[in-house]
């Protein structure tokens, strides 16, 4: 049972202090079906205009990726150009050019509604919400959202949280959700509203997973040398839920190697510009930094002494 | 073998948005010495003034703190009084009187001249240097130290770091000693130049071990309710040398073990205010904390399946 992303493929123009791309590979969508389709097939969903070069999509075909669900349309495609600072951390957003995505409707291809993994990226939540009207009868929906739809249709999302399993949201976004600075709270708000499961991403200071029963954090990588975060959040969502569908669960303890998945899928983008790193990149070096992550975190617990 | 601190004992006022204390007890030197002892003998080097609640330290003797290097001196205490905001991440320092604090001029007892763990808590790096002169053959010391010696007495410091077995130091004071963004670059810049075991707080974020051979990362506990985090940097170092001198060895796997000891007591402290959580703190609540720790981020590392 594949997975369905819906969102945004893009182009980008990207400047860091290490490097600066233009009309490079971008969206969300794009980063997620890369991510995901290294452990499992993904049909996607988009718009893109006629000056798009669909054949930067070809490694994502040659992957698994099904772009039955692909538009083209007359004008431009969405083009989004940022600047990060040396610190990496906070970024400038120069340019938006919705194009074509402006007027973005999905249609679910007819054979795109048995999917039982659903990722809806950040898009507008009364689309998220046309999405989930025309899939059958989901497994597992996760989704992604923005402080822009948390100020502007605030009701729509909080209609849609009724209808997820998963929301995946950054830190200042969950606070500014729920109004409460403290994750944990912040975490609950949320889970009382609908999802079951919430994921708080920290950037590079990890990823906390929510649930009725347990708490899980996933560290940030400490890597040596951070090129480009771009799509670093989309490109956890793709590991993640890619993990949980080729598992075929979503029990608590594939949940947590779905959090370290996602990190290192994560951690893996941030070391080349752009889409670059996940091009060629293969499952078994993720398997690598899964294996880093663990060497990263992990302690034998001692046993406490017993007192006479 | 006793650990010896050296470092301040003060008074402090605290505002947080859940409360205000005034001249309650405070000082780095009185929040190591707490959760140090939890684990091993202390040996406590310090002055404080005329106006000094002694009674107020007696928690400490009854738990194993040696205050025979207690000086008491005419004048004021060190007072620092600071506030936090709804965040509790960013604080003001509101007023600083050194008091006595200013002509501290540290005289270690003979008796605690042949101290096998030695901790510098965060003063002049001269006069960390002058103790360390002071003690026969520490097997293991680590310091602290903050961004106004690392602007103000940079060659001291330096010197300081070739003595040392140990940094420990907050992140921003790595970037600002290092002159690197990038953490794990920062490291083995300080690495270089004498510790070979540099530990890097992150306070909410958590806090990173690194080594020749490994990076550790301990987790920020995610605390349901945070009062006050003053005092959480050093009642970690309190943790994590107070781990290492009870087991005796700073092994790769107790140096872990110690991370993760510290971050339990530093995550501990912040449920109340000031250092009220850690005077009548027991050794298995630290324990239960640390299995807590175990939980949040404990995954079952899969084997990457064999390609044909």
Redesign the interface.
């Known amino acids: 049972m594949s997975i369905l992303v819906v969102g945004s493929v893009a182009l980008d123009r990207i400047e860091t202090p290490f490097g600066k791309v233009d009309r490079t590979l971008g969206g969300a969508a794009t980063y997620f079906a890369a991510a995901a389709s290294l452990f499992h097939p993904v049909r996607l969903v988009a718009v893109i205009g006629d000056d798009f070069p669909e054949d930067r999509l070809e490694f994502l075909r040659r992957r698994g990726v099904d772009l039955g669900g692909l538009e083209r349309e007359p004008g431009e495609s969405f083009f989004w150009a940022g600047r990060y600072d040396?610190?990496l951390n906070s970024r400038d957003t120069l340019e938006t050019r919705l194009g074509v995505f402006a007027d973005f409707d999905p249609a679910i291809p007819a054979s795109f509604r048995d999917s039982e993994w659903v990722f809806l990226a950040n898009i507008d939540p009364d689309l998220q919400l046309q999405v989930l009207d025309q899939v059958a009868s989901p497994g597992f929906v996760a989704c992604d959202t923005m402080n822009y739809w948390i100020e502007g249709k605030r009701d729509s999302l909080v209609e849609l949280l009724g209808r997820v399993d998963c929301l995946m949201i950054n830190d200042s976004e969950a606070r500014e959700l729920s109004g409460d600075?403290?994750?944990?709270?912040a975490a609950r708000w949320i889970r009382e509203r609908g999802p079951r499961i919430v994921v708080v991403k920290?950037g590079e200071?990890?990823a906390?997973l929510f649930t009725e029963t347990?708490?899980?954090?996933?560290?940030g990588y400490?890597?040596?040398?951070?090129f480009d975060p771009t799509g670093a959040g989309d490109a956890f969502a793709g590991g993640f839920l890619g993990w949980l569908a080729y598992t075929g669960s979503v029990d608590e303890?594939e949940l947590?190697?779905a959090?370290?998945f996602g990190s290192a899928t994560g951690s893996l983008v941030c070391e080349r510009m752009g889409l670059d790193r996940l091009v060629d990149l293969e499952?078994?070096e993720v398997?690598g930094r899964?294996?880093e992550f663990?060497?990263?975190?992990?302690?034998?617990?001692?046993v406490?002494p017993v007192h006479g």
């Open positions: 040396y610190d600075y403290n994750l944990t709270r920290k200071h990890g906390l347990h708490t899980f954090f996933a560290p400490p890597l040596e040398e951070v303890d947590r190697r959090m370290i499952v078994d398997y899964v294996r663990r060497e990263l975190t992990a302690f034998d617990h001692p406490a």
